[in-house]
């Protein structure tokens, strides 16, 4: 199936990028890109840099070298709300809803770039403003629809289990419909079937809207299914990067890795 | 179940307070209502005021000392500018004002001061309420002025027939009622119903959350800000009319600290609860404790009014330190 | 009221017709984005006629067969009515069967077509196309996922219906169209032996629909939530024979998770649940009681027991005193009122459960609320209606008498027989079956043992060949044990064995949510079904259940012996997947005793634990072993009461 997606050239890359905490380097001259519409897995043991990777990517941290470049142009570091701008959208591992609000809301929110009426506007429901609104809720019941979650569209997101908040999660960053999107650990926590429906969900974004997907994760098996190249991390260095079949077979991702790991 | 035995207690002791003086004849029926709206008038002021608070402690986690202040200042404002131009071009040019004001404390004090200690940021609110006090004075003036809502201020008297003697309602305050109720209610809709509100639910959910789906921090804190200028903008106007407008206002906003430990520093239902319960607690204290105690006890009675929403309040942060309303999550602003 | 049928004697001919007189009136809502979407009469006439085009032009001839697998959607219903446009017969598959278990309906009817709902079901279907030639065409509605299958079977129904209507030609098919012909083909999940296909002809399910409609007063403004299986007849026959009758309106629910929201926005008039829903409705409403307040649990409790002394007789007319009805009218407003509303049945008109036995309580539980809920009896073969309990004559324990147009007799051994015009016209290519289940006479032999009572109601006790005799010779009908069982809100399923032996002993499956909720209350700490199974709190729970149906059971002399003596709570849920219940969740009793002969004979060998091995299979299609000991325990039972006359 994965084979009739078409992938594309070069979307975003990353150059010699280091970073560190005071002592502590998280990412050590670290280089790698991503396909237009490919999925994308960094995976590494615990502290290998995965989280700094990815919030390195969404702006959330400055690497102190290096470079990044997101469709031709160059950043020698990126900010959140910039990244949120060109596109690129992301879920946290901790999830990081708006527990108090229902899933409609949540993922309503996730329109907030989309709105192009002014606040004065919206506060007062008119015009435009209601308009607008009723194409924003379109585009997030379909995202609804799309990933099974019309059960709890007007549940509050805290009440809500483990996994179905993931889903929540993932359909807030759909909303912002990226072209590339952030899963910091989508599986995490999860029992089997909801890591199978995960997988299917991310497969279908992918497939269905062209998303270039870029995740991090620690269960490798789920990792191997699904990515169409890996990028393994090691105390903050890169020490492999190829399809799964590729990384399965490097002995410095087993030494590291799978050696200990499984 | 679990259940908050403190509280049922407090409560029936509350209720029995209130209660008590009709079901023993200690009062008349007209009379005991009447103290009951005098009450529940003062708590609608009360309740503005919280609201404020709630609505900025909520949505920026800072406790804004300077709410009193604001009602000062809006209601000079309002007086002032009323000499010059029709009451309802001095109210929107003062609500420009306080927009205008909202937007200078963002830029000047909070975003400075982003992710600093509560206490920098406590004393910076505390810096503005001198700040608008004394400004206030300076561009306004310390006298005393009146707003003249064009509201006949002789009480009425209703429901003669099921009462003996009547009660006294006085239309203004009546009004007035109306008037917050509806603000309350305006609020509310606007939290729940429009995008604008939803942005300002997710900020004051979680702060990081709202920044990365691209919800624009600062713009939402002036939102907030100005809402709470409006809501002073009403306050100032209300207790103005009827008192005047003097620097004695600005004190509002210490009847408010109460209020807000009683319904929940977070929530909105909980400022306008709180807040007529103490209005109420403190109006039937006054009138129908202070004779017991003095019959009692043979204290001299007076200035229960003073004091009954501290001890009140006290006594929640002791057996509900959140509040009447105020939860881990709260699903409203 | 339904309408005059006269020569509208297919369903095509009556969708033409509605089309015509009601064309702008609802036909089908379906929630699609959060929004309900409307499908007139006209509309959905509109869309027959294309399908029906699109499917001829696809070759679909007179007297094929055409599958329909998905949930209720308003195309799968249209599809059903194309195909019959054209005078090929539809066959409504179960859609959460397995793909295997498609193949024999498939191969059976030599089907050609299939419309299907989406990428799951045209999965299965490719997975099994090698064992089924004949399957040529597979059509999907929803098209997620689909963009990158390339077999040739495989197409779209949005393709389908692009195809030029000529009316003529089409009006002509529709035209040919008899009553005697196959209106459709159900396959019965078949407690024993292999699924049959039971053919409908369009006179008996037309017959049946409009003698029920008639009896219930049913007409175009009625209102039905179309939520269980389409392939089921009970809900094809609600959703798709009575609209086509009546003119009535059917909603399909968002997903299977929202039908109870979706109850409550649509607020249906007419209702069906099998007992097990409505079992399922109660548990949820128990457990929402027990974490509401107290105040709230002190009303339910006090106004519950008022409904239940008084709330039966009101519904049926009967004389209550002044004050009950007070007390009534306050548990209306209070707790009745409310309760009916969280259920999605505060507008129903009536109410039909049916399947299986209900047990009286939870009949009465929703009687006493003050909704018309009445028990039916019928099957596939007899299109449903054979008896209704009609208004103001509804007794628990029976069915009501039959229907206008049925006829009712009995074997010496007291199995049911029915004549009735809405009998099925044969087993597809069973001519064996055929003639074993209908006599030459026309009369169907059910396999239910009953009687029918003095007042003409039907009763039926369990089927003939599950009502056994213990080794002394009495009788032993052990679904009427596993119902008294199941009616406690912790008992999810029962498996009595007592046949051939001196006495009755029990398999039980405890119901996953409530007990979950009992052990949270309690502090329990549990990794999962099977770690309750095991521990001695629950088969205390468990055991409590069962000493009260034996204390019931003494009081019945003739089933005093049936009294449960000994019990295991099995490890696993009984599950359909593994073959141990049929997809309407019946036992499959002679399954299980052969696949846990082991357990069984620890029963009656008085061994306290037992050792279980099994196959167990993942979702994902793994299969592992899994081991454990299962407690064996015993239950008190009770003098039977008249031998304590005696004594």
């Known amino acids: 199936m994965s084979g009739a997606r078409r992938i594309g050239e070069v979307v975003l890359s990353v150059q010699d990028v280091s970073l560190s905490f005071g002592g502590v380097r998280a990412l050590q001259e670290v280089s790698f890109d991503v396909r237009e519409h490919e999925v994308r897995a960094i995976i590494g043991p615990n502290g290998a840099g995965k989280s700094s990777m990815l919030n390195v990517l969404n702006g959330v941290y400055h690497p102190q070298k290096g470079t990044i470049r997101f469709r031709g142009q160059e950043f020698a570091d990126m900010e959140s709300h910039r990244a949120a701008e060109m596109g690129i959208a992301r879920t946290f591992q901790n999830i990081a809803l708006f527990k108090g609000m229902s899933v409609l809301d949540n993922i309503m929110a996730g329109r907030n770039l989309k709105m192009r009426t002014n606040l004065l506007l919206q506060a007062l429901r008119i015009g435009p403003a209601l308009r607008e609104e009723i194409e924003h809720r379109e585009v997030v019941e379909r995202i609804i629809d799309f990933l099974e979650i019309q059960a709890y569209r007007k549940m509050q997101v805290g009440r809500l289990p483990y996994g179905l908040q993931k889903r929540v999660d993932l359909a807030r960053a759909l909303a912002m419909e990226p072209s590339v999107l952030l899963l910091d650990e989508p599986m995490a926590g999860m029992n089997l079937e909801e890591k199978q429906d995960m997988c299917r969900f991310i497969l279908d974004v992918n497939d269905q809207f062209g998303t270039t997907i870029v995740l991090i994760e620690h269960d490798m098996g789920v990792v191997m299914d699904i990515s169409d190249r890996v990028v393994v991390l090691d105390y903050g260095r890169k020490i492999g990067d190829g399809t799964p079949d590729e990384v399965r077979g490097n002995q410095a991702v087993i030494d590291a890795y799978l050696g200990v790991k499984h | 179940m679990r259940k908050n035995w403190p509280v049922i207690l407090l409560g029936a002791v509350l209720l029995t307070g209130l209660v008590l003086p009709l079901a023993t004849g200690a009062s008349p029926p007209g009379f005991y209502i009447e103290v009951l709206l005098g009450g529940l008038m003062a708590g609608v002021l009360y309740s503005l005021v919280a609201l404020g608070f709630a609505l900025i402690f909520k949505a920026s986690g800072v406790f804004n000392f300077a709410q009193g202040a604001m009602v000062l200042f809006a209601a000079l404002a309002v007086a002032r500018l009323a000499e010059r131009m029709p009451l309802w071009a001095a109210m929107l040019l003062a609500l420009a004002i306080m927009v205008v004001l909202a937007w200078l404390i963002e830029r000047l004090v909070l975003r400075p001061l982003v992710n600093q200690e509560g206490v920098a940021l406590l004393m910076a609110t505390l810096g503005v309420t001198y700040f608008l006090d004394g400004f206030g004075q300076t561009v306004w003036g310390s006298d005393i002025y009146s707003i003249e809502l064009g509201i006949a201020k002789e009480p009425v008297m209703v429901l003669e027939k099921l009462f003996q003697g009547g009660i006294l309602v006085n239309k203004e305050d009546f009004v007035a009622a109306v008037v917050a109720a509806a603000l309350v209610l305006g609020l509310a809709l606007f939290f729940q119903k429009t995008a604008t509100g939803r942005a300002l639910r997710a900020v004051a959910d979680d702060h990081q959350a709202a920044q990365s789906v691209g919800i624009p921090l600062n713009r939402i804190w002036v939102i907030v800000w100005s809402v709470a200028g409006l809501v002073a903008l009403v306050a100032g106007v209300i207790w103005g009319s009827k008192l005047g407008v003097q620097f004695s206002l600005s004190q509002v906003a210490l009847k408010a600290l109460p209020v807000v430990i009683l319904g929940g520093f977070t929530s909105v239902t909980g400022a306008v609860i709180g807040g007529l319960i103490i209005g109420v607690g403190e109006k039937m204290a006054e009138v129908f404790l202070s004779p017991i105690l003095v019959k009692t006890f043979d204290l001299a009675g007076g200035g229960i009014e003073n004091w009954f929403a501290y001890v009140l309040a006290l006594l929640f942060l002791l057996v509900r330190p959140e509040g009447l309303f105020g939860e881990k999550h709260i699903d409203r602003v | 009221m339904a309408i005059d049928i006269g020569k509208l004697d297919t369903f095509p001919k009556l969708l033409m017709h509605h089309a015509r007189e009601r064309g702008g009136k609802p036909a089908i809502r379906e929630k699609d984005l959060g929004i309900w979407q409307t499908w007139t009469w006209g509309r959905f006439a509109d869309e027959v006629r294309a399908l029906a085009c699109g499917l001829a032009a696809q070759g679909l001839k007179r007297g094929e067969?055409?599958?329909?697998?998905?949930?209720?959607?308003?195309?799968?219903?249209?599809?059903?009515?194309?195909?019959?446009?054209?005078?090929?017969?539809?066959?409504?598959?179960?859609?959460?069967?397995?793909?295997?278990?498609?193949?024999?309906?498939?191969?059976?009817?030599?089907?050609?077509?299939?419309?299907?709902?989406?990428?799951?079901?045209?999965?299965?279907?490719?997975?099994?196309?090698?064992?089924?030639?004949?399957?040529?065409?597979?059509?999907?509605?929803?098209?997620?996922?689909?963009?990158?299958?390339?077999?040739?079977?495989?197409?779209?129904?949005?393709?389908?219906?692009?195809?030029?209507?000529?009316?003529?030609?089409?009006?002509?098919?529709?035209?040919?169209?008899?009553?005697?012909?196959?209106?459709?083909?159900?396959?019965?999940?078949?407690?024993?032996?292999?699924?049959?296909?039971?053919?409908?002809?369009?006179?008996?399910?037309?017959?049946?629909?409009?003698?029920?409609?008639?009896?219930?007063?049913?007409?175009?403004?009625?209102?039905?939530?179309?939520?269980?299986?389409?392939?089921?007849?009970?809900?094809?026959?609600?959703?798709?024979?009575?609209?086509?009758?009546?003119?009535?309106?059917?909603?399909?629910?968002?997903?299977?998770?929202?039908?109870?929201?979706?109850?409550?926005?649509?607020?249906?008039?007419?209702?069906?649940?099998?007992?097990?829903?409505?079992?399922?409705?109660?548990?949820?409403?128990?457990?929402?009681?027990?974490?509401?307040?107290?105040?709230?649990?002190?009303?339910?409790?006090?106004?519950?027991?008022?409904?239940?002394?008084?709330?039966?007789?009101?519904?049926?007319?009967?004389?209550?005193?002044?004050?009950?009805?007070?007390?009534?009218?306050?548990?209306?407003?209070?707790?009745?009122?409310?309760?009916?509303?969280?259920?999605?049945?505060?507008?129903?008109?009536?109410?039909?459960?049916?399947?299986?036995?209900?047990?009286?309580?939870?009949?009465?539980?929703?009687?006493?609320?003050?909704?018309?809920?009445?028990?039916?009896?019928?099957?596939?073969?007899?299109?449903?209606?054979?008896?209704?309990?009609?208004?103001?004559?509804?007794?628990?324990?029976?069915?009501?008498?039959?229907?206008?147009?049925?006829?009712?007799?009995?074997?010496?051994?007291?199995?049911?027989?029915?004549?009735?015009?809405?009998?099925?016209?044969?087993?597809?290519?069973?001519?064996?079956?055929?003639?074993?289940?209908?006599?030459?006479?026309?009369?169907?032999?059910?396999?239910?043992?009953?009687?029918?009572?003095?007042?003409?109601?039907?009763?039926?006790?369990?089927?003939?060949?599950?009502?056994?005799?213990?080794?002394?010779?009495?009788?032993?009908?052990?679904?009427?044990?596993?119902?008294?069982?199941?009616?406690?809100?912790?008992?999810?399923?029962?498996?009595?064995?007592?046949?051939?032996?001196?006495?009755?002993?029990?398999?039980?499956?405890?119901?996953?949510?409530?007990?979950?909720?009992?052990?949270?209350?309690?502090?329990?700490?549990?990794?999962?079904?099977?770690?309750?199974?095991?521990?001695?709190?629950?088969?205390?729970?468990?055991?409590?259940?069962?000493?009260?149906?034996?204390?019931?059971?003494?009081?019945?002399?003739?089933?005093?012996?049936?009294?449960?003596?000994?019990?295991?709570?099995?490890?696993?849920?009984?599950?359909?997947?593994?073959?141990?219940?049929?997809?309407?969740?019946?036992?499959?009793?002679?399954?299980?005793?052969?696949?846990?002969?082991?357990?069984?004979?620890?029963?009656?060998?008085?061994?306290?634990?037992?050792?279980?091995?099994?196959?167990?299979k993942y979702e994902d299609g793994r299969t592992g072993a899994f081991s454990a000991e299962l407690k064996v325990r015993d239950a008190k039972t009770f003098a039977p009461a008249a031998a304590k006359k005696a004594a």
Not at chain 3, 257 to 275: L, S
Not at chain 3, 289 to 315: Q, S, T
Not at chain 3, 401 to 428: C, D, N, Q
């Open chain 3, 65 to 616: 067969h055409i599958a329909l697998v998905g949930d209720n959607r308003p195309r799968i219903y249209a599809a059903m009515c194309a195909a019959q446009c054209l005078g090929a017969i539809p066959v409504p598959l179960y859609q959460d069967a397995v793909a295997t278990e498609m193949a024999f309906p498939i191969q059976n009817a030599q089907i050609t077509h299939a419309v299907v709902e989406d990428q799951e079901q045209v999965d299965k279907l490719l997975e099994i196309l090698p064992q089924c030639p004949t399957l040529k065409h597979i059509y999907y509605d929803d098209p997620r996922g689909m963009r990158h299958y390339t077999q040739p079977q495989v197409a779209a129904y949005d393709e389908l219906i692009k195809a030029k209507v000529d009316a003529a030609v089409l009006d002509g098919e529709i035209a040919k169209g008899a009553g005697a012909d196959p209106a459709a083909m159900f396959f019965t999940s078949g407690t024993t032996g292999a699924a049959k296909g039971v053919v409908l002809t369009h006179h008996a399910l037309i017959d049946r629909a409009k003698a029920a409609a008639e009896m219930e007063g049913l007409g175009d403004d009625d209102v039905v939530l179309a939520y269980l299986p389409p392939a089921w007849i009970g809900q094809n026959i609600f959703s798709y024979a009575q609209p086509f009758v009546t003119g009535y309106c059917i909603c399909c629910p968002e997903a299977a998770e929202t039908v109870m929201t979706d109850m409550r926005e649509i607020g249906p008039t007419y209702y069906f649940a099998p007992p097990r829903v409505l079992e399922a409705l109660l548990t949820q409403v128990s457990i929402r009681m027990e974490d509401a307040a107290a105040i709230k649990r002190w009303l339910y409790r006090k106004f519950m027991a008022i409904a239940n002394r008084v709330g039966g007789a009101l519904l049926d007319g009967k004389p209550v005193s002044m004050g009950d009805r007070f007390l009534y009218f306050v548990g209306d407003v209070l707790v009745y009122g409310p309760l009916r509303n969280v259920l999605g049945m505060s507008r129903v008109r009536v109410a039909y459960t049916a399947g299986e036995a209900i047990g009286p309580d939870l009949f009465k539980f929703y009687r006493s609320l003050g909704i018309n809920l009445k028990q039916l009896y019928g099957s596939t073969e007899t299109s449903v209606f054979v008896c209704i309990q009609p208004d103001g004559q509804v007794k628990p324990d029976t069915v009501g008498p039959a229907v206008p147009g049925v006829e009712l007799k009995f074997t010496p051994e007291r199995e049911l027989l029915i004549r009735s015009p809405g009998l099925f016209k044969e087993y597809y290519k069973n001519p064996q079956a055929t003639s074993e289940a209908k006599d030459a006479e026309g009369w169907f032999h059910t396999g239910d043992a009953g009687y029918v009572d003095q007042d003409g109601h039907l009763k039926i006790i369990d089927r003939v060949k599950d009502v056994g005799k213990l080794a002394d010779g009495t009788l032993f009908a052990p679904k009427y044990l596993e119902n008294k069982l199941k009616f406690f809100p912790y008992i999810r399923e029962a498996v009595a064995f007592g046949h051939g032996r001196d006495r009755v002993c029990a398999f039980i499956n405890f119901d996953m949510d409530a007990v979950a909720n009992w052990a949270e209350k309690r502090n329990m700490p549990y990794s999962g079904y099977t770690d309750l199974a095991s521990r001695d709190e629950v088969y205390d729970l468990v055991r409590e259940c069962i000493e009260r149906v034996n204390a019931d059971l003494a009081q019945e002399p003739e089933l005093a012996h049936s009294q449960i003596h000994r019990f295991l709570i099995l490890h696993k849920e009984l599950d359909a997947d593994d073959g141990e219940l049929t997809r309407t969740r019946k036992v499959r009793r002679r399954h299980i005793a052969e696949r846990y002969e082991p357990l069984v004979a620890a029963l009656y060998d008085g061994s306290p634990t037992v050792h279980v091995t099994s196959q167990v």
